[in-house]
T-cell receptor
Framework: NAGVMQNPRHLVRRRGQEARLRCSPMKGHSHVYWYRQLPEEGLKFMVYLQKENIIDESGMPKERFSAEFPKEGPSILRIQQVVRGDSAAYFC?????????????FGPGTRLLVL | RKEVEQDPGPFNVPEGATVAFNCTYSNSASQSFFWYRQDCRKEPKLLMSVYSSGNEDGRFTAQLNRASQYISLLIRDSKLSDSATYLCVVPDSGGGADGLTFGKGTHLIIQP
């Protein structure tokens, strides 16, 4: 049973370009969470999705960032017109149920570098 | 979102020693708590869950103090491989929020 998969593992973009980060949850998991970890900082929650629905996006920046989790295929975190401050590690996590008593399982992350 | 506070360290500890970290949280409604471990440039991995009064797993013991709103992690007979950053994690609860709130982590260095 493969774990949470993320790709690419490393992504380099120039300012103004778009970044697309993909996350495939563990088999049987329909709940996906995205987190951002800035250098020397803790992980910060961004968004929580179930299939085809955004449940909680309270941690998402208001502009340039969007997320989706289509019926088929991986969850996508999209960053438009990237800036240097977007450079960070972006982790995806999944769980079989809403997180209350249930832990989340993390993917290896995508490290975004904006030049 | 609610806060989770940890001493960032680093804690420099000789191999074989016992070390303990504390973590305070502000969301009194939280029912479950976790310790995660994160190695350098890796993803967080679950170390222990803390559901009630505490939890023990081999050399690791986690305690919960609801009255004072803190949890602790005790590592006995520390190994070189225990060197990592330990993250205190509290699920958000109430109001439909579902993310995990992470502390910034406590950096542990086990010295030979």
């Amino acid at each position: 049973n493969a774990g949470v998969m993320q790709n690419p593992r490393h992504l380099v973009r120039r300012r103004g370009q778009e970044a697309r980060l993909r996350c495939s949850p563990m088999k049987g998991h329909s709940h996906v969470y995205w987190y951002r970890q800035l250098p020397e900082e803790g992980l910060k929650f961004m968004v929580y999705l179930q299939k085809e629905n955004i449940i909680d996006e309270s941690g998402m920046p208001k502009e340039r960032f969007s997320a989706e989790f289509p019926k088929e295929g991986p969850s996508i975190l999209r960053i438009q017109q990237v800036v240097r401050g977007d450079s960070a590690a972006y982790f995806c996590a999944s769980s079989p149920r809403r997180t209350d008593q249930e832990t989340q399982y993390f993917g290896p992350g995508t490290r975004l570098l904006v030049l | 979102r609610k806060e989770v506070e940890q001493d960032p360290g680093p804690f420099n500890v000789p191999e074989g020693a016992t070390v303990a970290f504390n973590c305070t949280y502000s969301n009194s409604a939280s029912q479950s708590f976790f310790w995660y471990r994160q190695d350098c440039r890796k993803e967080p991995k679950l170390l222990m869950s803390v559901y009630s009064s505490g939890n023990e797993d081999g050399r690791f013991t986690a305690q919960l103090n609801r009255a004072s709103q803190y949890i602790s992690l005790l590592i006995r007979d520390s190994k070189l491989s225990d060197s990592a950053t330990y993250l205190c994690v509290v699920p958000d609860s109430g109001g439909g929020a579902d993310g995990l709130t992470f502390g910034k982590g406590t950096h542990l260095i086990i010295q030979p």
